[in-house]
């Protein structure tokens, strides 16, 4: 992928989709692993809350590093779309799960109040791409953007924001807006990267 400042977020958006469909199964499921093997750096040492996602077959999968983290004893919640907005909703070991209207899994189960997300540790986000200076390139719905627009920065006492991405998706620069998601650091199967 080159590494130069794209001509719009829709053309580095068709560029790395087309990368993950390349993808194995198996690289797939090689970097699920890699993935859970990282991020018990970046959790709480006590037990605490962490937000993640229920990956999409072509993302980095996260069902690996769920399970690491609960594990180790953390709560998880897991976003769900509701009236065009996040809520997020605890995931247990033996949730419910439903398709939610992208096409993702959701758990069903009662949300947790409104504003609860700048209270967790960790956020873990979907992304395509990010930039050294932390400036994340999602799907382009706009979900967690909108989420985060309210949560204090780690910086200023908010969680940790982690985009969890493929090695070759952290670049020198992606094409921005002032309303996108800033993020602390990116985890990839390689490890971690400091942003920002």
Request: charged letters at 20%; one cysteine or more.
């Amino acid at each position: 992928m080159r590494h130069d400042v794209p001509v719009s977020k829709a053309e580095v958006r068709a560029r790395i989709r087309a990368a993950r469909r390349a993808r194995s199964d198996q690289a797939r499921q090689d970097a699920a692993v890699d993935l859970a093997q990282h991020v018990s750096a970046l959790l709480p040492r006590e037990p605490g809350t962490v937000s993640a996602y229920l990956s999409l077959p072509t993302e980095p999968g996260t069902g690996p590093l769920i399970a690491a983290a609960r594990a180790a004893g953390h709560t998880i919640v897991v976003p769900r779309i509701a009236d065009g907005r996040l809520d997020w909703v605890p995931l247990t070991a033996d949730a419910a799960l439903a398709t939610g209207p992208m096409g993702i899994s959701e758990p069903v189960g009662d949300t947790m109040p409104e504003g609860a997300l700048a209270g967790v540790n960790v956020v873990l986000l979907p992304g395509l791409a990010v930039d050294r200076a932390g400036i994340r390139l999602g799907q382009g719905g706009g979900y967690y953007d909108s989420a985060l627009a309210s949560v204090p920065p780690h910086a200023d006492g908010g969680p940790l924001r982690v985009v969890v991405l493929f090695d070759d998706e952290v670049v020198d620069q992606v094409p921005s807006e002032p309303h996108d998601c800033r993020v602390d650091v990116a985890l990839t199967p390689s490890g971690i990267v400091a942003l920002g």
